[in-house]
């Protein structure tokens, strides 16, 4: 990867809001660590977690389709059901960094821990990742870029701030750098640095199968907004729980893998592949940060569920990284599959009444309602009548009055008989309001 101009050395006190900044560790977070990472012969009478001995679960024993069952024996069923580090536990972590590495081959996991090397730690599914990213850098009044339509999760994330969310354009290739560039263009990169600078310090983007509108960022675009963060010095975060549902080979090369300074936080997410309810997401990104937002989790959730790591860590760990990317592989056929369907049912249904481009990854189709206005009224009151529903684009919109002419079909749950059968019924909606 080739980027002009000499490697910045990154201030990452510069971009930390006044909460954040105030976070001091937790003494008897620090212990927990400690333990979790001690021989057994320690005796410790420090912790005040419970005696695992009196709680009522003993094992378990899960199936796995087409593979080992997963046992969770006396011994480890105790460590399952006891509080554990908030980094996640070291397994799970462990096997997490070693994919990260082989996938994105960030530049920062060679930094030393001052330039931000890479780091990474387990949350409550990207979700809670996002929220302590967002709280950790973004301030009442900030500038912050982002392209929307976005997903919804992020605008109740990021509004309640009180930030000023800059919207930058976007197409179904994702953001478009030009339009980027005539942004930041207001500003003199000089100032950046200067304390009160209004220049964004954030931008947020969903690289791969956007939710809402299933676009994908080309690699092309993702180097060009990569040179404006090194110009203007701000942060980008990576926001990408459809990477692993993306439909063609090779994967798109992400931030991560290019962040030749060490100032992408990336958020994966298990929820599209293994469980949404088991709640596993992982922030990865400059050590400095990441342990900022260890911080925050050490005062609030204290650690994503015990149980659930330990479920997916062995699951992971008995089919290896190789087992892990054929599962993937099967998750994504099926999704491939089921895009195809809602194309082809869209083709048949939709062809004259709408527009849409066909999504490389994620679970989404964006579709444009011609001679529609606003989607809102027509989705919320008339299409329940021909029993169909689909989002209604405007909640994506910064602004969710602004009038928007889009809907967001998800293909990832109904039979493609259902998705044949929504189309027609949303086809004769759509001719009816025309
Ligand atoms: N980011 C985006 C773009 C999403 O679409 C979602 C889930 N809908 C999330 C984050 C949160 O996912 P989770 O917390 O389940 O990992």
């Not at 005040?48 to 006396?74: H, M, W, Y």
């Not at 953001?175 to 950046?192: C, F, S, T, V, Y």
């Not at 259902?418 to 909606?429: G, N, S, V, Y």
Request: glycine share 8%.
């Amino acid at each position: 990867m080739f980027f002009r101009g000499p490697i910045r050395s990154m201030n990452y006190a510069r971009f930390l809001t006044a909460v954040s900044a105030a976070r001091r560790p937790s003494p008897i977070r620090i212990l927990t660590e400690l333990q979790q990472r001690s021989p057994p012969s320690l005796i410790s009478l420090a912790g005040g977690a419970p005696n695992p001995n009196t709680f009522p679960f003993q094992s378990a024993t899960i199936k796995v389709k087409g593979g080992e069952a997963l046992v969770l024996d006396e011994p480890l069923m105790k460590r399952a059901l006891q509080y554990s580090g908030s980094y996640g536990i070291p397994e799970l972590l462990s096997w997490m960094k070693d994919l990260q590495k082989s996938l994105h081959n960030p530049p920062t996991a060679g930094f030393s821990p001052e330039r931000g090397q890479m780091e990474m730690c387990v949350t409550t599914g990207s979700q809670e990742g996002l929220c302590k990213i967002f709280e950790m850098l973004v301030s009442s009044g900030d500038n912050v870029l982002l392209d929307a339509p976005t997903y919804s999760g992020t605008l109740a994330a990021l509004q309640p701030l009180g930030c000023n969310l800059i919207n930058v354009p976007s197409d179904h290739h994702g953001m478009i750098p030009a339009d980027l560039r005539k942004i930041l263009g207001q500003w003199d990169p000089a100032e950046a640095q200067k304390p009160g600078s209004s220049i964004p310090r954030v931008l947020y983007t969903i690289p791969n199968g956007g939710n809402p509108t299933g676009a994908s960022m080309t690699h092309e675009r993702k180097q060009e907004v990569y040179e404006l963060a090194r110009k203007y010095d701000f942060l980008i975060i990576e926001d990408d729980p459809y990477y692993f549902l993306q439909f063609q080979k090779p994967w798109a090369p992400t931030f991560l893998s290019m962040d030749v300074d060490g100032r992408v936080l990336r958020t994966d997410s298990f929820s599209k592949i293994l469980s949404s309810g088991l709640r596993i997401g992982f922030v990865t990104g400059p050590k400095p940060l990441v342990e900022r937002v260890v911080l925050h989790i050490q005062a609030s959730t204290m650690h994503t569920s015990t149980f659930t790591q330990l479920m997916v860590s062995q699951l992971l760990h008995n089919w290896g990284p190789g087992g892990f990317l054929k599962h993937i592989d099967g998750v994504i056929d099926f999704y491939r599959s089921q895009r195809n369907s809602m194309l082809s049912s869209a083709d048949k249904w939709l062809k004259d009444v709408a527009e849409w481009h066909p999504p490389m990854a994620g679970m989404f189709l964006w579709i444009k309602l011609k001679g529609i206005k606003d989607t809102q009224q027509l989705i919320m009151e008339r299409a329940l009548e021909k029993e169909v529903l689909l989002v209604p684009g405007g909640v994506f919109n910064i602004n969710s009055s602004d009038p928007c002419p889009y809907v967001r079909a998800a293909f990832s749950l109904s039979t493609p008989q259902q998705i044949d059968e929504a189309f027609r019924r949303l086809a004769d909606l759509i001719k009816e309001a025309m």
